[in-house]
């Protein structure tokens, strides 16, 4: 079989796909030194931990004020298991690189398998049109991080349900499987894909797929069960999912980062405006068939993956827009999801010769332009991004002169990755999403905030609105409440606390490199 003429240009069309798609994904990370999310170096040294303490290790002491050590379990285990080869590379700061190519370059290729489920034409073009589709979707689909993987598994999960006539639960509970093994708090991106693909089937065929929601439902239960300390996982869910949303929605200032906010409109105008018009026009396209078959009552099928197309497209569009800008890559995907069933079947819509030629070179041009300018902006982002080496001093100092599992205050949640990733053997505050920290102990969390937004720096408080009497000695805190034997200063974003540090003879220098100051406690 595998010598027939069709099957040898099959096996030739997927290896140049996926040989284009791992050649992209090494443009991008390669680009600069520089690594888009500094999540990445935690990922990576977590997986180095899993590979040098055992799978089976559930505890996460690197915390001292998060939820995270409490609850002992990890959300992101079956991602760290698959870094785990890439941490044997000698350079680790190559295997993240690496680890990245892997990563873009298998959500090419997973996008491309549910392009081809869905039998769409240009299938192997439009994963390239879908990490390119905006610069802020290429910058979010470049990164060392799980939420890449899962926004093309939720389309494959999707496109099973869609595209047989008798989809295969066992299947799509396993690509849901993956999913949420991956990434356990991102559990609903398949559950949604099966509600809305089931939904649609079932308005235009009457008939109710139960059995395929089951499948993804046994897939999720086991991606869950099948972690150390599962109870603990999904005490971590809650946490970030719900919790995170009642705090969103009280207005409380966790200091999350920008992916967790609506996407503005001066952003969505600069770097959304050319996908947005190809994606408005195939909707509207979409919609006008859609309408036109279904008072026909014909091609059922095709009526199904346009309603269901259109009805996944739109949700993402209005998640970015309101809820979070995180979900942007989702929006992509699904977008040209949308945009390959009307260029497979566009002499469907209208019957002059030239609508299909016409409508394919304008998404074609549209594609053309959008990459380079895509490479061209990615590049512009990553010369302001992670330098790999910004902590290095600070971290490998306290590595080589400090005790195993000395406490050092980080101001900012977010150089925990860093720090970690040289200084494995410290322990550290605050990390990953301020609202484990919130979480663990709100009072805690408020005495931090004012020291990390830079309003005080002598005194801090521990209430969310203070008065004089609230005000607590800063040095006091950090040593008492915290616990801590060491501090990190950084020079430009806590340079007021720098100042009051060099000046308070409580605080003693012992390191500084460009970038960082070091004092004991």
Not at 257 to 271: H, I, S
């Amino acid at each position: 079989m595998w010598s027939s003429k069709p099957a040898r240009q099959k096996i030739f069309h997927w290896t140049v796909f996926c040989a284009l798609a791992l050649a992209t994904s090494a443009v991008l990370h390669f680009q600069s030194p520089n690594l888009p999310d500094s999540d990445s170096f935690y990922h990576f040294r977590h997986a180095a931990e899993y590979r040098v303490q055992g799978l089976g290790t559930a505890d996460f002491p690197w915390l001292t004020s998060s939820v995270i050590t409490s609850f002992k379990s990890d959300i992101w285990y079956g991602f760290h298991l698959l870094l785990i080869p890439f941490t044997l590379i000698q350079d680790e700061i190559l295997g993240i690189k690496l680890a990245g190519v892997a990563i873009t370059g298998l959500f090419l290729i997973l996008t491309g398998i549910g392009f081809k489920i869905l039998r769409l034409r240009y299938a192997f073009i439009l994963p390239f049109a879908a990490i390119f589709a905006a610069p802020n979707a290429l910058f979010h689909l470049a990164m060392t991080r799980p939420h890449v993987l899962t926004s093309s598994l939720a389309l494959i999960v999707f496109a099973l349900i869609l595209s047989a006539k008798k989809p295969k639960p066992w299947l799509i509970g396993l690509t849901a499987f993956v999913s949420a093994f991956l990434h356990l708090s991102l559990f609903w991106l398949p559950i949604l894909s099966a509600i809305i693909a089931i939904g649609a089937r079932y308005f235009t065929e009457r008939k109710l797929h139960w059995r395929e929601l089951v499948g993804v439902i046994l897939g999720l239960a086991i991606a869950w069960l099948l972690r150390p300390n599962p109870i603990g996982a999904a005490h971590l869910v809650y946490v970030q999912m719900f919790e995170l949303l009642v705090a969103k929605f009280q207005g409380i200032p966790l200091l999350f980062g920008k992916e967790l906010f609506p996407l503005d409109w001066g952003t969505f105008a600069k770097n959304f405006l050319p996908f947005t018009l190809v994606w408005i026009w195939t909707l509207y396209l979409a919609i006008e068939e859609w309408l036109r078959l279904k008072k026909a009552n014909t091609e059922i099928d095709r009526q199904t993956l346009l309603l269901g197309t259109v009805i996944i497209s739109v949700t993402y569009f209005l998640m970015t827009m309101f809820l979070a800008r995180r979900f942007y890559d989702l929006w992509a995907v699904f977008g040209i999801t949308l945009c390959g069933l009307i260029l497979t079947k566009a002499k469907s819509i209208n019957t002059r010769q030239n609508q299909q030629s016409g409508l394919a070179t304008v998404c074609l041009i549209t594609l053309l332009a959008l990459i380079p300018y895509g490479l061209y902006t990615h590049a512009r982002s990553l010369e302001t991004a992670n330098n790999p080496n910004e902590f290095k001093k600070v971290g490998l100092w306290l590595k080589q002169n400090t005790p195993p599992q000395t406490i050092i205050y980080n101001i900012y949640w977010d150089i925990f990755p860093k720090l970690f990733f040289w200084n494995p053997q410290g322990r550290y505050i605050r990390g990953m999403d301020p609202i484990f920290e919130y979480s663990f102990n709100p009072t805690q969390y408020w005495r931090g905030y004012y020291l990390n937004t830079g309003d005080t720096t002598n005194m801090t408080c521990p209430k969310t609105e203070c008065t004089a009497a609230d005000l607590e000695d800063t040095y006091e805190v950090l040593t008492k409440k915290f616990k801590a034997n060491y501090i990190v200063v950084e020079k430009i974003r806590n340079a007021k606390f720098l100042v009051y540090a060099l000046n308070d003879t409580r605080y003693h220098k012992v390191f500084e490199s460009e970038g960082q100051v070091i004092f004991a406690l």
